[in-house]
């Protein structure tokens, strides 16, 4: 079992930066590709980075240059850097879990977190 917790959202104003972290529970984390998604108001979850199990990164296109995947596994810890911020970025920001997988795909993930809401304002 793998409980996650994400933390590090709040309200930013357009061009500002956040770090979001994910900390998660259990000896296991190395074992996981880890991945952030994020569903605005009346949208669906949507794939937003990952970082497989053995450290490869992926990102959706509109995050490209803007946003970093990183995690630790010694802290059992993922972040999402997010720099240049924009409105459109507004969403719960969710970390996911993917045994050992990449993380690029919700219907792929284990566990959870309850996620933590990003607001940047224009």
């Known amino acids: 079992q793998v409980q996650l917790v994400e933390s590090g959202g709040g309200l930013v104003q357009a061009g500002d930066s956040l770090r979001l972290s994910c900390a998660a529970s259990?000896?296991?984390?190395?074992?996981?590709?880890m991945g952030w998604f994020r569903q605005a108001p009346g949208k669906e979850r949507e794939f937003v980075a990952g970082?497989?199990?053995?450290?490869?990164?992926f990102y959706t296109d509109s995050v490209k240059g803007r946003f970093t995947i990183s995690r630790v596994n010694a802290n059992n810890t993922a972040f999402l850097q997010m720099n240049s911020l924009k409105p459109e970025d507004t969403a719960v920001y969710y970390c996911?879990?993917?045994?050992?997988?990449?993380?690029?795909?919700?219907?792929?993930?284990?566990?959870w977190g309850k996620g933590t809401l990003v607001t940047v304002s224009s």
């Open positions: 970082i497989s199990w053995n450290g490869n990164t």
């Open positions: 996911g879990a993917d045994h050992l997988g990449s993380a690029t795909r919700s219907t792929r993930m284990d566990y």
């Open positions: 259990g000896r296991t984390f190395s074992s996981y590709g």
